[in-house]
């Protein structure tokens, strides 16, 4: 079931609107590409 509310506040990855959301996605992904980086998976 697919409401037609905004997503805000709901943590969707590149979904949910509002500028911390897309901070803490993009620092997420900046720990996982270091992180894999380091180990040279």
Known sequence: IISL???KGVA???LSYGGSSM???CI???YVL???KKVKL
Request: hydrophobic letters at 60%; zero cysteines.
């Open 12 to 14: 969707v990855p590149l």
């Open 34 to 36: 270091m992180i894999s």
């Open 5 to 7: 509310t905004p997503l």
């Open 23 to 25: 901070w803490a996605i």
């Open 28 to 30: 997420g992904i900046g």
